[in-house]
C-alpha cells in the first residue's frame, strides 16, 4: 500500500453526520503529519484539518466545531467525525499523508471519498 485509502463517504441529509476513515500508508507512527481535504469542480483544494506528530490537531476555521479529525494508532487509521452537515459540504474529501524520508517530505494521497449532503 503506497497511498492512503478513505472510506465513509455517503449521501446525508442537511444536519446529519459522517465519518471518514483514512487508512495509512504504514504505521501512523512514521507519518510527520496526516490531513484531510475536500474538492469540489472547479475549485482548488480546501484544507481541512491535520494531526502533526508530536505537536497535535488543526482544525480549519470553516469547519471548526463542526468537523474533528482524531486517529486511532493501534489501526494506523486517522478519521474526520463530521457533525452539522451543510449541503455546502458536497464535495470529494481526500486523505494526505506526509512522510518524511532520505532528507525530505513525500506526501501520499488518496483516491478521495464522495460526500453529498441533501437540503
Known amino acids: 500500500q503506497v497511498q492512503p485509502v478513505e472510506s465513509g463517504g455517503g449521501l446525508v441529509q442537511a444536519g446529519g453526520s459522517l465519518k471518514l476513515a483514512c487508512a495509512a500508508p504504514?504505521?501512523?507512527?512514521?507519518?510527520?503529519?496526516m490531513g484531510w481535504y475536500r474538492q469540489t469542480p472547479g475549485h482548488p483544494r480546501e484544507w481541512l484539518a491535520e494531526?502533526?506528530?508530536?505537536?497535535?490537531?488543526n482544525h480549519a476555521d470553516s469547519v471548526k466545531g463542526r468537523f474533528t479529525i482524531s486517529a486511532d494508532n493501534a489501526k494506523n487509521t486517522v478519521y474526520l467525525q463530521m457533525n452539522s452537515l451543510k449541503p455546502e459540504d458536497t464535495a470529494v474529501y481526500y486523505c494526505?499523508?506526509?512522510?518524511?524520508?532520505?532528507?525530505?517530505?513525500?506526501?501520499?494521497w488518496g483516491q478521495g471519498t464522495q460526500v453529498t449532503v441533501s437540503s
Open positions: 494531526i502533526i506528530k508530536r505537536v497535535g490537531t
Open positions: 494526505k499523508a506526509v512522510q518524511f524520508s532520505a532528507g525530505n517530505n513525500h506526501a501520499y
Open positions: 504504514g504505521s501512523i507512527d512514521s507519518m510527520n503529519s
